[in-house]
């Protein structure tokens, strides 16, 4: 078995533990997200708590939060890179909290399929907003973010009506490698 099959297995594993349905990732049309291996520290969270990312999305966040700064808005990081395990007690969090699986999953990816996995995604606020909230695209911040964010390799993931059934998050936005051009 190879080492993309031990993933996947363990997975299953997680997902039958947590009761996460077997149809899951053709459901959402959510691809599997492997875990970073090599991380990059980028300073504490807006909890104060260390984050960290992948080394490219490390340096295109620098970047972006510099070039906003000089812009006069202020980007905060809430969440950067998350184990599967990480995402798994968020899971167990919610259900502990009496909440639906059906409204645990419109609102965090199942283990394995959290983009955050990979260290390329960004959860951010900016001060004065409420955190993980849809009411931040009525930031500055936000307005920012859509006009600019682009220009540094990221992209809102979870836009408003995504293919993928997850609430609208205007905080999310993830790092896209660049592509290379076809010869």
């Not at 682009?150 to 205007?170: D, T």
């Amino acid at each position: 078995m190879n080492d993309q099959a031990h993933y996947l297995a363990y997975l299953q594993g997680i997902h039958q533990q947590l009761g996460i349905p077997a149809d899951y990732a053709a459901r959402f049309r959510l691809p599997v997200q492997f875990e970073a291996t090599r991380l990059t520290p980028v300073g504490l969270d807006k909890f104060d708590r260390d984050a960290f990312l992948d080394e490219q999305t490390a340096a295109a966040w620098r970047q972006m939060q510099s070039a906003a700064d000089e812009a006069g808005v202020c980007l905060e990081l809430v969440s950067g890179f998350r184990s599967v395990a990480y995402q798994q007690g968020l899971i167990v969090r919610k259900l502990a909290k009496g909440l639906s699986m059906e409204a645990i999953l419109a609102a965090s990816a199942a283990p394995g399929y959290s983009e955050h996995h990979t260290g390329r995604a960004l959860d951010l606020a900016t001060p004065g907003a409420d955190v993980l909230e849809e009411s931040f695209e009525l930031t500055p911040a936000f307005a920012w973010l859509q006009q600019h964010a682009a220009r540094f390799g990221f992209v809102m993931s979870f836009p408003r009506e995504n293919p993928h059934g997850i609430l609208y998050e205007p905080w999310h936005w993830a790092w896209q490698p660049a592509q290379e051009p076809h010869s």
